[in-house]
């Protein structure tokens, strides 16, 4: 039975290796794909297996009309990595891929040896912010994508950013399907208080966020790290909410030290 989610899965599984390294899980961001990980597959996989999909309604996956919970792209996750035979492995998220990773701790947490939150935040939503959510949905099925991603590319990624960085954020944006993205709107709506599971966390955990970020501001990353015990908070200079992107030799290097660790630790 084929996977509901596409994916990239590429590497080395780490047999080869005297220490079999920990794979690697990327859950990409709203409203984007798992392109947005393309360095970091480039990076990371010629040592270690790394898996980015495509979340449901996003990129080459599948769409569900109406409302997705964090909690079905969370089962997901689950589903493709039981088919891929991926029993543990660090993963990581940015902005709502971050929320998902803390909705996938929640459930299967056993499973994951190290977690990565980037350019996000666990608190529940607003009444204000609800609203905001369920009128952006509505927009998005009556306009498309297209003047919301020129209207918030300057946010996504910082306005001094390369514009080869520029172009490719505002193509995943314009690509999406906006059923796709109405529905994971509605779904994060009415996600769940995930500071409760923060303070769970037993495994490495990394914190990363771009100095510039005013979706999830570097305090949001402060207040993550000082609830996960043992966590490391990396703050990315001249970048906004895409670090990944923006700033990819630093967030790869910290990435990468973090890996490290985590495969010493396995």
């Given at each position: 039975m084929s996977p509901f989610l596409?994916?990239?899965?590429?590497?080395?599984?780490?047999?080869?290796s005297r220490v079999p390294l920990?794979?690697?899980?990327?859950?990409?961001?709203?409203?984007?794909?798992?392109?947005?990980?393309?360095?970091?597959?480039?990076?990371?996989?010629?040592?270690?297996?790394?898996?980015?999909?495509?979340?449901?309604?996003?990129?080459?996956?599948?769409?569900?009309?109406?409302?997705?919970?964090?909690?079905?792209?969370?089962?997901?996750?689950?589903?493709?990595?039981?088919?891929?035979?991926?029993?543990?492995?660090?993963?990581?998220?940015?902005?709502?891929?971050?929320?998902?990773?803390?909705?996938?701790?929640?459930?299967?947490?056993?499973?994951?040896?190290?977690?990565?939150?980037?350019?996000?935040?666990?608190?529940?939503?607003?009444?204000?912010?609800?609203?905001?959510?369920?009128?952006?949905?509505?927009?998005?099925?009556?306009?498309?994508?297209?003047?919301?991603?020129?209207?918030?590319?300057?946010?996504?990624?910082?306005?001094?950013?390369?514009?080869?960085?520029?172009?490719?954020?505002?193509?995943?944006?314009?690509?999406?399907?906006?059923?796709?993205?109405?529905?994971?709107?509605?779904?994060?709506?009415?996600?769940?208080?995930?500071?409760?599971?923060?303070?769970?966390?037993?495994?490495?955990?990394?914190?990363?966020?771009?100095?510039?970020?005013?979706?999830?501001?570097?305090?949001?990353?402060?207040?993550?790290?000082?609830?996960?015990?043992?966590?490391?908070?990396?703050?990315?200079?001249?970048?906004?909410?895409?670090?990944?992107?923006?700033?990819?030799?630093?967030?790869?290097?910290?990435?990468?030290?973090?890996?490290?660790?985590?495969?010493?630790?396995?």
């Amino acid at each position: 039975m084929s996977p509901f989610l596409a994916y990239e899965d590429k590497g080395d599984p780490g047999v080869s290796s005297r220490v079999p390294l920990v794979p690697l899980v990327l859950v990409h961001g709203h409203p984007f794909d798992r392109t947005m990980w393309a360095p970091q597959l480039a990076a990371f996989s010629g040592r270690r297996r790394v898996i980015a999909p495509d979340l449901r309604g996003y990129g080459a996956s599948p769409v569900t009309p109406g409302t997705v919970p964090l909690a079905r792209h969370a089962q997901d996750i689950e589903e493709l990595l039981d088919f891929l035979s991926v029993d543990s492995f660090v993963l990581a998220g940015l902005s709502m891929g971050g929320q998902i990773a803390m909705e996938c701790y929640d459930r299967f947490g056993d499973r994951v040896r190290g977690l990565v939150l980037a350019d996000t935040f666990p608190d529940p939503e607003t009444p204000e912010g609800r609203l905001a959510r369920r009128a952006m949905a509505d927009r998005l099925l009556a306009e498309g994508l297209a003047g919301y991603a020129d209207e918030v590319l300057d946010k996504m990624v910082a306005p001094y950013a390369d514009p080869e960085v520029k172009a490719h954020v505002h193509r995943m944006m314009t690509a999406t399907s906006p059923e796709g993205a109405a529905a994971s709107l509605r779904g994060r709506a009415e996600r769940p208080d995930y500071r409760p599971v923060l303070a769970k966390v037993t495994v490495p955990a990394l914190v990363v966020v771009g100095a510039d970020d005013t979706y999830t501001p570097v305090a949001d990353a402060e207040a993550m790290h000082a609830a996960i015990p043992g966590s490391v908070l990396h703050v990315v200079e001249r970048a906004a909410h895409m670090p990944n992107l923006e700033r990819t030799a630093e967030f790869n290097g910290a990435l990468e030290e973090f890996l490290t660790e985590v495969d010493s630790r396995s």
